[in-house]
């Protein structure tokens, strides 16, 4: 079983925590939303693999592109409240 797939397993037995700690609101924005780094609902960048297993997990994570940086890469962030929900809650090996 690959890593994502044991993500998405968590994330399935974790659907109603996950959605509770859902973020929503976009009052103190910087610009129009279209980049995780300027929204204040999205996360920090490097959550591409959790991203890809919360949508393996049928659960909406609001994933943007994040760009940041006087010569930035793109990156991935998600809602902030899911996010941190993960970090604080997964088994070691299944955040980013």
Do not use: F, V
């Not at 919360?54 to 793109?74: D, M, N, R």
């Amino acid at each position: 079983m690959t890593t994502t797939q044991k993500r998405a397993e968590w994330m399935i037995a974790h659907r109603a925590e996950i959605e509770a700690a859902r973020t929503s609101g976009h009052g103190q924005c910087r610009g129009k939303c279209k980049n995780g780094a300027t929204c204040c609902n999205q996360s920090s960048g490097g959550y591409g693999w959790i991203a890809r297993a919360l949508a393996s997990a049928g659960i909406e994570a609001e994933a943007t592109t994040y760009w940041s940086g006087s010569l930035p890469t793109p990156s991935t962030s998600i809602n902030r409240g899911i996010a941190q929900y993960i970090d604080a809650t997964a088994p070691q090996g299944l955040t980013r």
